[in-house]
Each structure stands twice: as structure tokens, then as C-alpha cells.
């Protein structure tokens, strides 16, 4: 295991592993412990008691924070000439078509959510290698593949995140940066806690909420007693 360095050693001694945290407090807590010159991200990683290999226990949606995510989300909208305008307007920061699917053919990815409109989706197929590992294929589930472009830029900018359980049954998601109030990232984590609730597959057999922590970039995860969501 790697060395603990001198922050993470006292960040590590600031958190009491003996109290029960609720999502408020743990946010405190974060604030507290994170020692960084930058202004970090505030994740949060639930661990389900799904099988994501099964196709009726995969949880995955879109949620949006209260208070945004944050960061300055780059998005590419990939729409034909006649909703270019509105596109821009709604603040997309690239707005075309076969000039960007040329630049992504070439492996130039530098967006952070890509919106587009059904009738442009069979253009993307083939970049779908390169897409899809980066979680930026476009989807209609996560509202990212619609006629209405505006209100897809706006929501992303606003922030909307889509999420999507993994391999091993944990869902990670950023939920605000450090800089924030701790009832703003706590109004953040309780929404996107009560969505994932709210999306339990009928399947699922005993508990499903079976931990939830709370982490900077830098930080050691801060455990949120799950009886308090």
C-alpha cells in the first residue's frame, strides 16, 4: 500500500471513525480535511446491492444539482445549420456538424458532454470506439439526443449529470467543489441520493443502499451512515 503523505496523515486524523455522519456533516467534514491549493472536487461514491451484469438491476439516469456542479462544463453540440443559432444561444461552447465529427475522427475529444438530435445520431455510430469510453455517446435516456437542443445545452450547463451504476455496483458522481457552503453540497448529495432510491429495480433482494462516502479529489472517503438518508 502506498505511503500516506503528511496532508493525507492529518486529514486522515481529523475524520472520527467512531461518529455516525449524516450527509450534512460529512460535507462539513470534507470542507475541513480537504488541504489543497486548487479548489477541489466534491464526489460522491454509493455502493448498491445490484447486480449491474443483470439488465433489470442496471441504475442509471440523470439527476439535477440544485447548485450545479461547479465546473465549467464544455459542451459540443452537434446539430445541422438550421439549430445552430439556438444552440449557441443556450451557451453550447462548439456548435456544427462534419467539421467536429472530422476533428473527433481524429481523436480530438477536448468536451465534456456532447448534445445532438436524432436525425444526426446515425452519423455518430461510427465514432462510437471513441465515444463511448469516454461516456460521451450521446443518449436519448439522458435527455443528450433531442429536437429541443436549447433545453439540452441549458440543462447540462445548469447542472445536469447522468450517472450510470459500475461493474461493481458503485456509483460515482461529482456533486460540487469544495468552495462550496457544506448545506449547498448537502442539498446536492440529497438529491442525487433520493433519485437513486427512487430508481431501485424491483429485483434487487435485500438492501440496496449499502454505503455511501464522500470524498475530495485529495481526501479520504468520509463514510455517511446510510439510516440518515
Known sequence: MAKLTKKQK?????IDVNTAHDVLSASSTVKEITNVNFDAS???AIRLGVDPRKANQMVRGVVTLPNGTGKDVKVLALVTPDKEAEAKEAGADYVGLDEYLTKIKGGWTDVDV????PSVMGKLGPLGRILGPRGLMPNPKTGTVTMDVAKAVKDVKGGKIDFKVDKTGIVHASIGKVSFEANKLAENANELIKTIVKMKPSTVKGAYIKSIYLSSTMSPG????????
Not at 492529518?10 to 481529523?14: G, S, T, V, Y
Not at 456532447?114 to 438530435?117: L, Q, R
Open 114 to 117: 456532447i448534445v445532438t438530435m
Open 222 to 229: 468520509i463514510e455517511i451512515d446510510t439510516k440518515t438518508v
Open 42 to 44: 466534491v464526489d460522491l
Open 10 to 14: 492529518e486529514a486522515k486524523a481529523k
